[in-house]
């Protein structure tokens, strides 16, 4: 059973524009959510965790600009603006933060970006 | 990836044989989890540890914060351990830091 879905699967941006990705939980049982990036070189980072619906948290990177929004109790958005680079970029659930709950988390297939 | 450092960078393991990885962190870290991303993409979290040792099925893994590094232990390597296998070393919430990652590859 897929726990998260994430789309778009891949989008070509133009140099410049913004996108926006969601993310949608299957299963309340895992209520919190977290986006990371995995960038060309396979480097990993973790990017946000937001738990409630109306959290909101930027975060500026080299190579990207990032908001991020809980929007719903299922669904998560990223949007991802003046990209240099492509990058992946996963959700995650988890059933908390800390402790076993943490042995509970769960990454959705994610988003590929390529930069035109 | 200079604060977390995984060894080896690369591995080749025979099927049956048993193979341990490293992380050593030059950060404070409170917690760590172990991850692999599999050769579709896929990523799959392993284990999240507090000082000390977790153990499932055919891995084992042990995080020492007063030495200030973790081990995976891979017992009878399968097929499907294949990937590359990253750890990340979190402090009380504050932010999380990945290694480069070590890639396996488990050959018949």
């Known amino acids: 059973v897929t726990l998260l879905e994430q789309n778009p699967r891949w989008r070509l941006v133009p140099r410049g524009q913004a996108v926006n990705l969601r993310c949608i939980l299957k299963?309340?049982?895992?209520?919190?959510m977290s986006w990371y990036q995995q960038d060309l070189q396979k480097q990993l980072q973790w990017l946000f965790t937001l738990r409630s619906p109306g959290d909101k948290e930027v975060k500026s990177l080299p190579g990207a600009d990032y908001l991020a929004t809980r929007v719903t109790d299922t669904e998560l958005r990223l949007q991802v603006a003046n990209m240099s680079q492509g990058r992946t970029l996963y959700c995650t659930c988890?059933?908390?933060?800390?402790?076993?709950?943490?042995?509970?988390?769960?990454f959705g297939p994610g988003t590929r970006l390529l930069v035109l | 990836g200079d604060k977390v450092k995984q060894s080896p960078s690369a591995l080749s393991l025979q099927e049956g044989t048993n193979s341990a990885l490293r992380c050593n962190f030059s950060?404070?870290?409170?917690?760590v989890q172990w991850f692999l991303q599999n050769p579709r993409g896929s990523l799959i979290n392993l284990f999240y540890?507090?000082?000390g040792t977790k153990e499932n099925g055919r891995l084992k893994s042990t995080f020492n914060s007063k030495e200030s590094y973790s081990t995976l232990h891979i017992r009878d390597a399968q097929l499907e351990d294949s990937g590359t296998y990253f750890c990340?070393?979190?402090?009380?919430?504050?932010?999380?830091?990945f290694g480069t990652g070590t890639k396996l590859q488990v050959v018949p």
């Open positions: 990340a070393a979190d402090n009380s919430g504050t932010y999380q830091r």
């Open positions: 299963n309340s049982q895992y209520p919190w």
């Open positions: 950060i404070a870290a409170t917690t």
């Open positions: 988890s059933g908390g933060l800390g402790g076993d709950n943490q042995d509970t988390q769960y």
């Open positions: 540890l507090v000082p």
